[in-house]
């Protein structure tokens, strides 16, 4: 079973970096095909995917976010870690990461989600 946690503080404020966590168990995010996502909900708005990392370490990212968003990997702690620098309270909402199948060309499996506030 794949299991994904997502941590990082709840709180942050206005300019600074907000940055999380995604701790996979159950498989290696390096195994072929899995790319690794962050997504996003504002409230009141649908998902929005922010960015993924691929199984060979290439990122990807939404153009909107792009010059703000930095995602990366620890191999050896089976982590990607996402990176949103100059925040705003547009960037208020509920993060999660995911797993996606390229084969399925679905997302197969989702952390819980964590409330990220960006508030002076």
């Known amino acids: 079973q794949v299991q994904l946690q997502e941590s990082g503080p709840g709180l942050v404020k206005p300019s600074q970096t907000l940055s999380l966590t995604c701790t996979v168990s159950g498989d290696s995010i390096t195994t072929d095909d899995y790319w690794w996502s962050w997504i996003r909900q504002p409230p009141g708005k649908g998902l929005e995917w922010i960015g993924d990392i691929g199984f060979l370490g290439s990122t990807y990212y939404r153009p909107s976010l792009k010059s703000r968003t930095s995602i990366s990997r620890d191999t050896s702690k089976n982590q990607f870690t996402l990176q949103l620098s100059s925040v705003t309270p547009e960037d208020t909402g509920l993060y999660y990461c995911?797993?996606?199948?390229?084969?399925?060309?679905?997302?197969?499996?989702w952390g819980q989600g964590t409330q990220v506030t960006v508030s002076s």
């Open positions: 995911a797993r996606y199948a390229r084969e399925y060309e679905a997302y197969d499996y």
